[in-house]
């Protein structure tokens, strides 16, 4: 079996498209990977490491830059012409975009081939290339059951869930003493997002120098594209906070916490989710079509999560957000407890069963 996988731009992207890959190798003893990412995105560095083979596409979102569009829409005809030789060579039996705009080439130029093609959306508003490539889909899978009315031009769409959920349910808990954290203390965990959140960072800035966070310890996962040293130099005193730009074990730093913090995106929220872990979720409000609001709006509504509107923050509003949550122990059981309706779906098996039924019906 020769699969394609493309995903680019983001962690939110690249993450569950690597979750599906595992999910393929474990399954499939003969099966044969390609991905396709961009030249200059966080996945060209991500996947050739993980023993993916690997193709770049040199290609961009679009903006409000005329002249940058124009070249952009050259850059694409000169990605689908690739795309065309390495499927031709590659032969793959389906092709699975996983979101980012360095899918559209991939997927379009699958469907004039005539090969079977996946997309799967992660967030409950769809991003802008998967609403446009799910009419070259044969099938889209979804996270959130919102989703489904978006696709309304797709052949096909499935409720899949988010394949960081199968992932978190395996974690097992970072010794946190080994970063240098106490066993009496408890730990929070703030994640900032895999890009970082700037606007932020003040706000972060002046509650890391206040007294209000004395009783419990922290780790601030800012974002691989923050200045992490210009970030410390603000900081009046690091005792009982720990700040790094990336932790790659995510699920085992928050599985060895008390509380999570994090931005909406879908990943880290079922990752949350499959580690049971009480958590304050602040969305981006920069974000395509505000999706963030909206992934955190279904998960709130079931009382799976606590919200806190970005605009709403200062050092006193989150020192009092957290010390709640941290001492209401029946808070914490009612969040855990909702948390079992999306634990019972397993995505990884649902979308490989899926695609596998897609493949065999070509045949």
Do not use: W
Not at 3 to 30: C, D, M, Q, T, W
Not at 156 to 170: E, M, Q
Not at 173 to 181: E, N, Q, R, S, V
């Amino acid at each position: 079996m020769n699969i394609i996988v493309s995903a680019g731009g983001s962690g939110g992207h690249i993450y569950p498209a690597l979750a599906i890959v595992e999910e393929f190798k474990k399954r499939e003893k003969n099966v044969k990977i390609l991905y396709i990412g961009t030249h200059n995105r966080m996945e060209k560095d991500i996947v050739p490491k993980k023993g993916i083979p690997y193709e770049a596409l040199e290609i961009y979102g679009f903006t409000k830059d005329i002249k940058r569009d124009i070249k952009n829409l050259f850059l694409i005809r000169k990605a689908e012409k690739k795309c065309l030789r390495i499927m031709k060579e590659f032969q793959p039996d389906v092709v699975i975009g996983v979101g980012g705009y360095v899918t559209y080439p991939v997927v379009k130029v699958a469907k004039k081939l005539g090969i079977k093609t996946f997309i799967h959306e992660q967030n409950s508003r769809p991003g802008k290339v998967n609403y446009v490539v799910s009419r070259y889909a044969d099938l889209v899978g979804v996270t959130f059951k919102s989703s489904i009315d978006f696709f309304k031009k797709a052949k096909k769409v499935i409720y899949t869930g988010h394949p960081s959920l199968d992932g978190a349910l395996n974690t097992k808990p970072i010794d946190k003493t080994m970063l240098g954290f106490s066993i009496s203390k408890k730990l929070v965990v703030y994640v900032a997002g895999s890009l970082g959140s700037s606007s932020l960072n003040q706000k972060m800035i002046d509650f890391l120098n206040s007294d209000l966070h004395n009783s419990y310890e922290i780790m601030y996962i800012v974002g691989s594209t923050i200045d992490i040293e210009e970030f410390k130099k603000k900081l009046i005193s690091t005792k009982g906070v720990k700040v790094v730009p990336y932790f790659e074990n995510l699920p085992g730093i928050m599985a060895s916490s008390d509380l999570v913090i994090s931005r909406a995106g879908a990943g880290t929220l079922f990752e949350i989710i499959g580690l049971e872990k009480p958590s304050i979720i602040i969305p981006s409000p920069n974000v395509a079509n505000n999706h963030q609001y909206y992934n955190a709006k279904e998960l709130k509504e079931n009382k799976v999560i606590e919200v806190l509107e970005e605009k709403e923050i200062t050092k006193e509003v989150l020192a009092s957000k957290i010390n709640k949550l941290l001492s209401d122990l029946e808070k914490r059981k009612e969040l855990k407890k909702n948390m079992v309706e999306y634990k019972k779906i397993q995505p990884s098996e649902i979308i490989y069963n899926s695609i596998k039924k897609l493949i065999q019906s070509s045949k």
